[in-house]
């Protein structure tokens, strides 16, 4: 099997989240004001149509994040796509075991170029010099695929700063959590940011 390799090429991308999509607001905003509210159902849903088309999300915020009704953000989910991130990032995010994901495989995949994406730590000084290293990864991963070996057994030659994608669902409460572990003072730079970025495209978990 013959690959055309590009020689001395090495892409750079940084760390990208997209949120695909999210439901539940209404369903939450309802299951909320049912605890607080003596109000019957049609009642309650007839004031949540109005608040959500208004971008209300007040009550969200005074039940969930105030009064810590965490159950209550369970109705809202989110997918979200990471792209971008390194496999060292890959291998902390997937161990949130209450978040479903779909990680692009380097077994079914046979890279065409080497895309990388780099810890914060790294200088102009440190890329070039993992250059020097990828490259000889790169030109070795593409000489056991010409010789039939199958791509999930040559990407154990590639670094861990091979970018990935994940696209991943979860609901409210998680993403909570989530960002409570992942954005502390110890948490590695590359994940603290994307978890950052994940709240910042789902304000309405802050309430806000």
């Known amino acids: 099997m013959k690959l055309k390799r590009k020689a ?16 539940g607001i209404e369903d939450a905003m309802i299951a909320a004001s049912n605890c607080v ?34 159950s209550i953000a369970e109705f809202i989910k989110f997918t979200f796509a990471l792209e ?27 890279h065409k170029e080497l895309v990388v994406s780099f810890p914060d730590s790294f200088d102009d000084v440190d890329k070039a010099k993992a250059a020097r290293v990828f490259d000889a990864n790169w030109k070795l991963y593409n000489e056991l695929i010409a010789s039939g070996m199958k791509p999930e057994d ?4 590639l670094p861990q700063t091979v ?9 409210a409460r998680e993403l909570i959590h989530v960002v409570n572990e992942r954005t502390c003072t110890c948490a590695q730079p590359q994940i603290l940011k994307t978890t950052t970025k ?6 309405i978990v802050t309430g806000k």
């Open 8 to 23: 001395n090429v090495m892409k750079v991308v940084k760390p990208k989240v997209t949120l695909i999509n999210f439901s």
């Open 37 to 70: 509210s003596g109000d019957d159902l049609e009642t309650i849903e007839e004031k949540v149509r109005k608040q959500v088309e208004a971008k209300n999300y007040n009550l969200l915020k005074s039940v969930v994040i105030d009064n810590g009704h965490h």
């Open 84 to 110: 971008g991130i390194n496999l060292s990032t890959s291998h902390q995010w997937v161990r949130h075991r209450l978040v479903s994901n779909a990680q692009k495989s380097q077994r079914y995949i046979t």
């Open 154 to 157: 040559a990407r154990g030659v």
């Open 163 to 171: 970018s990935t994608s994940i696209i991943c669902s979860l609901n």
């Open 198 to 203: 994940m709240l910042m495209c789902a304000p």
